[in-house]
């Protein structure tokens, strides 16, 4: 009998062909996934060569670690925890060079969930005010938005329960209105 968790999962089948042997099932992954990681990453490292870099050290920790994926996540969550883990970790050792803002195509090749955000110079408005927010609030938010994870994706990714990251994205947005000028709420 099927899982449900195979159902919402369309990656979970690939997971397994994989950790019978079947190489060219993570080859399906990545590319599956490579340009999602990369825009997550990206938003954190300053650098398009750096975020390339990142990105492949999630691969290549996914690729050695996928044996020990439990499948109590999504694919995709699993891989964005390890991209989250991979860019916070590349900061600390990276310090000095810590971006001051998050990239322009950052936003704006990433899908944009609850209507247009910007454009011009809002869109810079609106990248300025998102590096204000605390790093909890802002990571959610980026999430959810940039993203377009459920918030049960969210809270696994930012290791909080759903309702905190409801709380965190409720509190990104109102704190972004205040910042903004209430000019892009309502």
């Known amino acids: 009998m099927e899982r ?28 599956r996934h490579q340009q999602g990681v990369w825009r997550l990453v990206r938003r954190y490292v300053k650098r398009d060569a750096d975020a390339a870099d990142v990105t492949q050290l999630v691969f290549v920790r996914a690729f050695k670690g ?4 439990r499948g109590t996540a999504s694919v995709r969550s699993w891989l964005y ?17 810590q971006p001051a803002e998050i990239a322009e195509d950052a936003i704006v090749e990433a899908p944009v969930a609850p209507g247009k955000l910007a454009s011009g110079e809002d869109s ?3 990248r300025a005010a998102i590096t204000q927010l605390p790093p909890k609030q802002k990571l959610v938010l980026e999430l959810r938005v940039f993203d377009d994870l459920s918030f049960k994706e969210v809270a696994e990714l930012a290791d909080c329960t759903e ?10 947005v109102k704190k972004l209105r205040d910042i903004l000028g209430g000019s892009h709420g309502g």
């Open 124 to 126: 810079a408005r609106l």
């Open 66 to 69: 996928i044996g020990g994926f």
């Open 163 to 172: 309702n905190t990251a409801k709380v965190n994205f409720h509190y990104a």
């Open 4 to 31: 449900v968790s195979d159902v919402l999962d369309p990656d979970r089948e690939l997971a397994e062909r994989f950790r019978a042997g079947e190489r060219a099932a993570f080859d399906q992954l990545v590319r």
């Open 81 to 97: 925890r390890i991209a989250i883990n991979c860019s916070l970790s590349w900061l600390r050792d990276h310090r000095r060079e």
